[in-house]
């Protein structure tokens, strides 16, 4: 639907990001489900933001199943947030790799540090930042990486929800010689705020109503308004009835990004 979400599973993945930060090189990864592919669809900034990424991995079944529908892709698996937080963490554990959260409120931030430090008691957390909810102030993204090198870290988890974070580390990029991640509801379950969907919930796609379920009033827009026009542009674009054109990458932002 012209934005490039790469056929990418956990393993290669988690060797991208390592390898970043053993090399100290900028990296920006999102783990994107249907909201972030339709809002990239609708807004072309940042449409043009998400082709720059390194990798947009496909989170969830409906975006696993188009890029096999359209692309015959021969994905087998869908690349969860969660799921590949906690994979990349234990790798950053087990190779002395600090890490540095991003996002949130202070309480889930606090409650994830936590959460974190007990599965994996080798893992350093260098730092702790929660989300001010406002956008960025001149000169703060400079501050922010400044807070984030002087840590210690050498890779960043964001999770400030879809299109915040997004914007977010496709800002910071050029600022951090590291990995940024952008994980969303990452934090939250790892927090143990919330609980993932059940596994046949998930494997027939259906992790979306789980959520919905738990949080209605804020998610019901995007999920029941669009996930059908997603459906549409999906079967019109099979059909040869729609061609996509792909915004190009962009690394300039026209306004300030949120933090």
Not at 22 to 48: C, E, K, Q, Y
Request: contains cysteine.
């Amino acid at each position: 639907m012209g934005v490039m979400v790469d056929v990418i599973d956990y393993d290669a993945a988690v060797e991208k990001v390592v390898a970043a930060a053993v090399d100290r090189r900028p990296f920006i990864l999102t783990a994107l489900a249907v909201h972030g592919v339709m809002t990239g669809v609708s807004d072309r900034v940042f449409g043009a933001r998400l082709n720059a990424f390194d990798v947009v991995a496909a989170d969830g079944q409906p975006v696993r199943w188009a890029l096999n529908l359209l692309h015959a892709a021969g994905l087998r698996e869908w690349v969860s947030g969660p799921e590949l937080t906690l994979r990349v963490l234990r790798r950053a554990a087990a190779e002395a790799l600090p890490v540095y959260l991003y996002g949130s409120t202070a309480q889930t931030v606090e409650q994830l540090a936590a959460s974190l430090t007990g599965m994996l008691p080798q893992l350093r957390i260098a730092g702790a930042e929660a989300s001010k909810f406002r956008p960025a102030r001149p000169g703060e993204p400079a501050q922010i990486a400044d807070r984030i090198n002087r840590s210690g870290a050498r890779l960043v988890l964001v999770g400030l929800g879809c299109p915040r974070q997004e914007t977010f580390v496709h800002a910071m990029r050029p600022l951090l010689a590291m990995p940024l991640l952008a994980v969303g509801a990452a934090f939250d379950y790892h927090a143990g705020r919330l609980a993932p969907a059940p596994r046949p919930m998930q494997r027939y796609g259906l992790a979306w109503l789980w959520r919905l379920m738990f949080e209605p009033r804020r998610l019901w827009r995007r999920y029941l308004l669009l996930g059908p026009g997603y459906l549409l542009r999906l079967s019109a674009q099979k059909m040869r009835l729609w061609t996509p054109a792909a915004p190009e990458p962009a690394f300039r932002l026209p306004d300030p990004p949120p933090v």
